[in-house]
């Protein structure tokens, strides 16, 4: 109660607990989506996940954020794909300087896998990891004026992409609306079990370059992943473990989708926690959700889809009993942080009893806003 005056100048003023469970070192590899669908909730998005990556940065755990795309091209440009013999005038210096870019992009176009060349031919490889690329968002290794700079170019493209055209009262906005947005960072499809192929063998050097004891690995998504294999029920022959994941379970008269046997494939060979966010809308079947994204079996008609179901329209659903080992259907109409629940509204003269109620109010719904920080909290006190 004696730092109840210093409301106005710190928020910092009531007791904290740090839980890190048996001293355990942490990481953090987190993986957005950045498909087309996730437009209008790109910022909202880019917000929770920045928060968490301030928690990282704060707490010095080593952490990375990465946006999944299939847009960012590394096909031949305009210059390389031109016939430099159709232009007469260009020197051979020219044309022979030419022929080396082309070359190099063409090399760059090869697949691959975590720096290995995937030969989809031959091999008994069955994969097509397509025009996947991870853009690096965030990480540990920035300094304050790093991070502080990437937040500033990753929130204005996000506020683009959003269309936030929306003027304040004071005829300003939240974003540049001079700048146009590079077309290799467009939102595209969903290459989510593209990102999974190629994550698992990342997720081993992660863990094993930082010595951590527990590692989590997080995807923030909206949508089912295209696909990633060429045929129907496909296998994956893991050869170190001598062991064959069947990548499509059945599930009743369905067949699951191959990210729910990828996620158990990562969660097999790499040992690290696996938490999945999913943005959904809120005239969903809650049921339908969440077999679509976990594969948890859950009742239409029974009370367990009752209570989820009014859980999600308030803020997100978990579900531990799916591919993931926890899974939070969010309410993507909830998740836009809203600062002005964050203030503290008191009238002048207030008591101190009336002042602890507003600051308590206040931080809970700071906590609770931020759904993605705080569901990590929870699941790294277990």
């Known amino acids: 109660m004696n730092k109840l005056a210093f409301y106005k100048l710190k928020e910092d003023i009531f ?34 996940a920045t928060l968490l990556s301030m928690f990282c940065r704060r707490l010095s755990i080593p952490f990375r954020l990465f946006a999944f795309s299939d847009n960012y091209d590394r096909t031949l440009n305009d210059r390389a794909d031109r016939t430099s013999d159709k232009f007469e005038y260009l020197s051979d210096e020219w044309k022979k300087a030419d022929k080396i870019d082309k070359q190099n992009f063409k090399d760059k176009q090869s697949v691959k896998t975590y720096g290995k060349i995937v030969n989809t031919t031959s091999e008994g490889s069955e994969w097509e990891l397509g025009t996947l690329s991870l853009l690096e968002i965030y990480n540990d290794k920035q300094n304050p004026r790093e991070f502080t700079k990437a937040m500033e170019n990753w929130f204005q493209l996000a506020s683009y992409l959003d269309g936030r055209r929306k003027w304040n009262s004071d005829g300003t906005t939240d974003y540049d609306t001079s700048w146009r947005c590079p077309s290799q960072l467009y939102l595209g499809g969903t290459p989510l079990d593209h990102t999974l192929v190629v994550m698992r063998d990342y997720l081993i050097d992660f863990k094993r370059n930082y010595n951590l004891d527990i590692t989590s690995f997080i995807t923030l998504t909206d949508g089912a992943s295209h ?13 170190k473990l001598n062991r064959v994941f069947q990548l499509q379970e059945k599930q009743g008269y369905i067949r699951g989708n191959t990210t729910h046997g990828l996620l158990r494939w990562i969660k097999a060979t790499t040992g690290v926690n696996t938490i999945g966010f999913y943005l959904a809308g809120s005239t969903r079947d809650i049921s339908y959700e969440a077999r679509s994204f976990c594969g948890t079996p859950v009742d239409g008609y029974g009370e367990e889809s009752n209570q989820k179901t009014k859980d999600f329209n308030k803020l997100s659903a978990s579900f531990t009993d799916g591919c993931y080992d926890l899974a939070i259907l969010i309410n993507e109409k909830k998740i836009k942080i809203d600062v002005g629940l964050d203030e503290i509204v008191v009238d002048t003269g207030a008591t ?20 993605i920080l705080n569901q990590f909290v929870g699941q790294m006190a277990v």
């Open 227 to 239: 696909g990633v294999f060429g045929h129907n029920n496909p296998y994956l022959v893991d050869r």
């Open 352 to 371: 101190k009893g009336q002042l602890k109620k507003a600051l308590v109010k206040a931080g809970s719904n700071k906590m609770k806003q931020r759904v």
């Open 15 to 48: 007791n904290r607990v740090q839980v890190t469970p048996e001293g355990k070192n942490h990481g953090v590899v987190m993986a957005l989506d950045w498909s087309g669908s996730m437009g209008g909730t790109v910022k909202s998005t880019m917000e929770q």
